[in-house]
């Protein structure tokens, strides 16, 4: 109820200021375009078509203040909510459509700067009487706001201005906020020395009294996770107190939220530590320091009225105080009223004036009635309002907790998405060094197979030159036989054949010595060869032994190895060999392998026959030699 009373006299003016013939009407086109702006300032979803079924009618004529209240009551007032819009945003609008016309604004140099108009004119609207058009406000509100001033100011209050402008003029007892401001501006109202006193005066008022600040200041504030003291700027209303960095208010550090299990107490000194309180809410322990005793009780004292404020369900302490003037000038009305009468009924018995006297005792209990059952209603709507508010919360924390769930659950979605691409790389990496191990594996098994090859060469070459060494030792032992039959023969024999000895003697000993030239070249020949099949046989180790690295790397590739399965391996490579375990992965490279194994198998039989060939062919070098030795010393 209050704070559609309250809208309703900024919109009176933002009304009053589109009349400009001052018949009491307005087109429906600026009434269209009103409603459009109140609509966006008070967020309210904007409805056209109401809006437009509701002046569609034959007379094309303007609206006057009766008509467009049907409409404004039930479309904007009714869906107002408390707490959903910015009243200051809302004032400004109807101050900026009402200043053009009725306010001419101050000259330079004067006492009110633009800004200090629009507070006066919002002070100035919550002190005014309810009974209206037109808006004004008596003399006992004036004073208490120049009072407010005064002492915001630091200086006495000095009732003579007004005082004097009450005398002389007349019209100044039900005060317009134009007259108010022309007398405020000309300094007829207040004495004031400095203009710039004056304005951190009035925004000190305008806090107070308009925003519902009861009381702000810097205090000393006990962390909750850090458990260390910090300097804030605290924001004390009926409803929270809020604190900052600093009283420029851009930077809020947190909001204490008060209801009626609020509670605040007094503290002893502590941790260095002085003119200490907390207040406790349902869940945390606020501890915080005044700078002197006087600020700590000043500071209890508001909290507790911000709680009783909370309590009683009043969200104003200065619509409360302005609702207390007025009955207590009600209340002396009437005691004046009731002396007078009764001085005068003592002087004359006359019906007429008891008749009177009833009636306005009848009158001023309906007044009283009246005024309980608003309070009554204000009441009401207020817990209902309350309950609203309380259903609205439950309904933003269940939302709250789903958008978190959300979050949450596209952030596991998000990690595991990035686990899969990570699982995904890394196999294709992988797959690459599979690739490049298979090429090393099959370059290996191409060298092997050329040292196999070589190899194979070489020991061919070998056998063909210890054959051929065999012949030759043939043909030399034979030469040998041959000389020694020779040299056996009987003197006779010797005599009867000397013709045909002269003529071999002179052949037998050219042929054993080309003989034994052409074995040591075989010899010689024979052990190169031998000396290569080695550095063949080395190469063809080595060969093996890519291929056996590269294929333990294909198959480690192949089946790689988990942390778990690191000590399951280790026990089993004790009861197994490592040269049997585990198969190529391709059929390429197993037939390859088996190749291998076979021609390992076949080579190291060949080596076998071809060394036993070697010793034999030692053990006849060795006997030639011991042979030879004698027939030279003969």
Known sequence: MELKSELLKSIWYAFTSLDVEKCGKVSKSQLKVLSHNLYTVLNIPHDPVTLEQHFQDDDDGPVSNHGYMPYLNKYILDKVKEGTFDKETFDDLCWMMTMKKNYCGAPEGALLSKRDCFKLFCLFNLLSEDRYPPLVMIPEEVEYLLKKISSAMNQEWDGKPLDDLLSQDASVK??????????????????????????????????????????????????????????RWFVLKSSSMAYYVSEDLKDKKGEIQLDKTCVIEAMPDR????????????NKTYEMSASDQRQKVEWIQAVQTALRLQSEGKSSLHQELKLKRRVQREQSQRERSRSSCSSHGSQSDDPNVQEMEREKERQDNEIDTIIQQARELETRRREAEERERKKQKEVQKELERQLKEAEMLRDSMRAEMEEKEREAEQQKKRIQELELTQQKLEAALNMEIQAHTEEERARQELERLLQAEEEKKKQCQLLQERQKVLQSLSPIEE??????????????????????????????????????????????????QHVRHWNVQLNRLMTPVNPADRLESRLSSKRTCPKKEGALASSEFVSKFKMR??????????????????????????????QEKPNGQS
């Open 174 to 231: 039900a005060m317009s906020v134009w007259s108010f401001l022309e007398h405020m501006g000309a300094g007829r109202l207040l004495g004031v020395t400095s203009v710039e006193t004056f304005s951190l005066a009035l925004d000190e008022v305008y806090l107070e009294m308009y925003h519902n600040v009861l009381k702000r200041g810097y205090m000393w504030k006990k962390g909750h996770m850090r458990r260390n003291w910090t300097e």
């Open 271 to 282: 941790e260095g530590k002085r003119c200490l309180f907390c207040v406790k809410t349902h």
């Open 495 to 544: 005599d009867s054949d000397r013709g045909l000895e002269e003529v071999e003697e002179e052949d037998t000993p050219s042929a054993l010595h080309c003989a034994s030239q052409e074995l040591e070249d075989l010899r010689e020949s024979r052990q190169r060869s031998h000396q290569h099949l080695e550095e063949v046989k080395e190469k063809l180790r080595n060969a093996s």
């Open 597 to 626: 194994v076979n021609e390992d198998s076949q080579s190291l039989q060949d080596k076998e026959g071809l060394e036993e060939q070697m010793e034999a062919v030692s053990l006849s070098d060795e006997s030639d030699g011991t």
